[in-house]
């Protein structure tokens, strides 16, 4: 089992940016960070896989960078150009299977760490 910690959340005006990070016990071949709205279900945001590939969800595309550092074992995402839709508790995750946005193919979970935009 791989544990992972977020930080790096917090309370932002719209056109801001943040930098998530996560620290992990373990990289996996699949990493991604996911994101839960008040009342909404959870929903992937950005994946990425040992070789560096990439996949985006449709609504941050251009705005959000996934990265994973594997000397100091951390994943990362870079939000910039924030909009309040993009507030939510957000997840990282590892052991995913594919490159897929799905939250139900990850097994392990950090905590959460909450992100505010206000407009």
């Known amino acids: 089992q791989v544990w992972l910690v977020e930080s790096g959340g917090g309370s932002v005006q719209a056109g801001g940016s943040l930098r998530l990070s996560c620290l992990v016990s373990d990289s996996t071949e699949y990493m991604g960070w996911f994101r839960q709205p008040p009342g909404k279900r959870r929903d992937g945001v950005a994946i990425?896989?040992?070789?560096?590939?990439?996949r985006y969800a449709d609504a941050v595309k251009g705005r959000f960078t996934i990265s994973r550092d594997f000397d100091t074992n951390s994943l990362y995402l870079q939000m910039n150009l924030l909009k309040p839709e993009d507030s939510g508790i957000y997840y990282c995750?590892?052991?995913?299977?594919?490159?897929?946005?799905?939250?139900?193919?990850?097994?392990?979970w950090g905590q959460g760490t909450q992100v505010t935009v206000s407009s």
């Open positions: 995750a590892a052991g995913g299977s594919w490159l897929s946005l799905n939250a139900d193919l990850f097994s392990d």
């Open positions: 990425i896989k040992l070789d560096g590939t990439t």
